[in-house]
């Protein structure tokens, strides 16, 4: 691995400074995606900035009138490990906890997950359907986008030069919700997901009052299905309309066959993935939280 300097900052102005300095630097949340690049000569770096210290990135802080705010930098452990957390957002704790195996998880961060912006990321199609915000911050100022908008490519994202992902924000779960992530892999754990399915609804008067859905390894980025979740909106909550929704996202997909599934499969699986995640998160919602 080529040498690095490395700086651990203890501030959101010391870090953006010098991530917006003249030195081709490249930040560090868990590492366990970096370090992998690293090492295998895909990214080189000057300086490696790890985030780890700024309190905004480390930052658990969950109400139920204002949402979750989760720092960038936060591990998966600290995610599962938190009661409210994983009350309110449960499908988010369990996301937390299928990354990688448990040492992985005591780093890895969702932050991190989302910025990698790999296609198979787990936590993206669940952060997608939860109606995630993304908080960033630049030597320019701060500003802040949906999720669905922050991947633009296999490995690329939407920040610009010299910002950086402060927090995610998920509003309140509310009442009659449900949301659930299902992705199928080849063993039981620490695979890349062929297909991935994250969705979330909300229920009233047996019929969905909204739904989200969003796919894993299925298109080069992240893949929000918006219309068969706007469709959904307003049907009864039954089968037929969640085979419906089902199909529309096989539909959706653009997968490409390799050595983990073909083409064929892979929308096979979209449609199951999506079917039973519906069911989850409908069984959820119906337990009224
Ligand atoms: C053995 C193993 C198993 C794994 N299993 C899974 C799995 O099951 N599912 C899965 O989705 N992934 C898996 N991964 C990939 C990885 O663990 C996850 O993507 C993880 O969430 C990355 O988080 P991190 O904090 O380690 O990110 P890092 O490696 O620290 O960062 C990832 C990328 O994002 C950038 N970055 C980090 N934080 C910020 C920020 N705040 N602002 C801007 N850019 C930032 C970094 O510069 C880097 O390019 C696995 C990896 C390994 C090694």
């Known amino acids: 691995m080529k040498e690095f300097d490395y700086a651990a900052p203890r501030s959101l102005g010391e870090a953006t400074s010098l991530f917006g300095g003249p030195r081709k630097a490249l930040l560090l949340a868990g590492g366990t995606d970096l370090i992998v ?30 949402g979750l705010t989760l720092g960038a930098a936060v591990p998966c452990y600290r995610i599962y490990g938190d009661g409210a957390v994983s009350r309110a957002y449960p499908a988010l704790s369990e996301v937390a906890a299928l990354i990688g195996g448990t040492q992985i998880q005591g780093r890895a961060s969702i932050g991190g997950n989302l910025c990698n912006a790999a296609p198979s990321a787990d936590a993206i199609p669940l952060l997608i359907a939860l109606r995630a915000t993304c908080r960033i911050a630049g030597r320019g100022g701060a500003r802040e986008i949906a999720v669905e908008d922050f991947c633009t490519g296999p490995g690329r994202n939407s920040l610009q030069a010299g910002e950086l992902l402060v927090s995610l924000h998920l509003p309140p779960a509310g009442k009659r919700s449900g949301s659930q992530y299902l992705r199928f892999i080849p063993r039981n754990e620490m695979d890349i997901a062929v297909v991935g399915a994250g969705v979330a609804v909300t229920l ?53 066959t390799d050595m983990r599934g073909t083409i064929e499969y892979r929308k096979h699986l979209c449609a199951v993935l999506t079917r039973r995640a519906l069911e989850a998160a409908v069984q959820q919602a119906r337990e009224d939280r």
């Open 37 to 66: 690049q690293l090492r295998a000569g895909r990214k080189t770096a000057d300086l490696v900035i790890d985030i780890k210290h700024i309190p905004e990135m480390n930052e658990i802080r969950y109400d139920p009138a204002g």
């Open 204 to 256: 009233e008067d047996g019929v969905f009052r909204s739904a989200r859905i969003a796919l894993s390894s299925v298109a080069p980025t992240p893949l929000f299905v918006r219309e068969a979740g706007e469709w959904l909106a307003g049907k009864p909550v039954n089968a037929e309309s969640i085979q419906a929704a089902a199909e529309m996202a096989k539909v959706a997909a653009a997968p490409i």
